[in-house]
């Protein structure tokens, strides 16, 4: 999995051992805003350790971003680092860093401009604008307009300008033309990670995407297994804002209808990363869906933790956060990705469509 690494420093000395963390190096592929690269530390071999010699260790800290909800959906944001357990294919595993505090957002909106959305677009728009001007100083936003494989444009890279990010949502247009869902959401995943690739633990911010859609995907190069793929090996949260139900709800007596099957799909992209998909009634819906996506984004639990499994075998691993019970038995159910795939074990798919800026 593509994931921030940890370096282990022990320090020997007279007095005892000290341990703290750092960041390791890492080399960044090409981005629409591309980091440098950092120079790997080379440390001095030596027979023997001194009382001044650094040992570094490569390990690996998954991170985890959890919203806590009660039956009712509320979000519940109260909640400290011994209520929470966190099982990889069901084995418990030591919590090594947690923060409830709001963490900054680096997130993609990503609007369907195909013509199936033709009708929304106007309100899409000022849904998106109630996102920027939501943001944080710290917040970063990309916006990506996208129809066809060869039709998914970076309108906006990441920026903290909402003058330029509210242009960018008003030259949004509908076009003709087949649309290729996995792809844009492939390649947006892509640029996210890549933008955060490199940074310092301390320097990194919660990652995410706003997909906004029919759902319906007709000219995708990337399959769904190839998509899921990549999810696991990111740490993007996906929130969709899906208008299925133009879609044919007729379904033959195997298969299901184009309603089912492009509800199913968003409602798998949100569930595997942690997000949430919401399927509004009518676009009047959006601005207030857009103001509690935003908050939700801001208001979650940062949990990380170095798996006791620490094979580097490329194979998936399933991951669950339990919250135990509140006062008189108050439910609370935590919500994060679905698992991760471990280091090693192949690269993904080489992209063929490439997004235009």
């Known amino acids: 999995m593509k994931r921030t690494a940890f370096i282990i ?7 005892g051992l000290f341990v703290s963390f750092k960041s390791s190096a890492q080399t960044a592929k090409p981005s629409p805003t591309p980091m440098p690269a950092m120079t790997p530390a080379k440390p001095t071999p030596s027979p023997s350790p001194t009382p001044e010699e650094v040992i570094r260790i490569d390990t690996e800290l998954v991170n985890l971003d959890v919203r806590v909800v009660d039956r009712n959906n509320r979000p519940i944001n109260t909640l400290q680092e011994k209520d929470f357990k966190v099982l990889e294919d ?28 033709r009708q929304q677009l106007d309100k899409v728009i000022d849904a998106g604008k109630v996102f920027v001007n939501s943001n944080r100083p710290d917040d970063e936003t990309m916006i990506i307009r996208f129809v066809g494989k060869e039709k998914i444009e970076i309108e906006q890279p990441f920026t903290q300008n909402k003058v330029d990010l509210n242009d960018a949502l008003d030259n949004l247009f509908i076009e003709g033309g087949a649309t290729a869902i996995r792809d844009a959401v492939y390649l947006a995943v892509e640029n996210i990670s890549e933008y955060e690739r490199g940074k310092s633990f301390e320097d990194k911010k919660r990652r995410a995407l706003i997909l906004v859609t029919d759902g319906e995907d007709r000219n995708s190069y990337y399959t769904e297994k190839m998509l899921f793929d990549l999810l696991r090996e990111s740490e993007v949260q996906i929130y969709v804002i899906g208008f299925v139900d133009e879609l044919s709800k007729q379904g033959g007596f195997i ?6 099957k492009a509800k199913d799909f968003l409602e798998r992209l949100a569930s595997e990363t942690g997000g949430k998909a919401y399927f509004p009634k009518s676009a009047a819906d959006l601005p207030n869906l857009a103001r509690e996506i935003s908050s939700e984004l801001r208001t979650q639990y ?25 006062p008189n038995a108050q439910k609370r159910i935590a919500v994060t990705r679905a698992g991760r795939k471990a280091e090693g074990g192949g690269t993904a798919a080489t992209p063929s469509p490439t997004p235009k800026q």
């Open 255 to 260: 298969s299901k209808s184009d309603h089912e």
């Open 302 to 326: 940062s949990i990380g933790y170095i798996p006791s499994n620490d094979r580097k075998d490329g194979t998936y691993r399933a991951i669950k956060v339990s919250v135990a019970d509140g």
């Open 9 to 15: 420093s022990a320090v020997i000395a007279a007095a």
């Open 90 to 117: 069901g084995v418990v595993q030591q919590i090594d860093f947690f923060s409830k505090s709001e963490v900054p957002t680096n997130y993609g909106l990503v609007v369907d401009n195909s013509g199936s959305l």
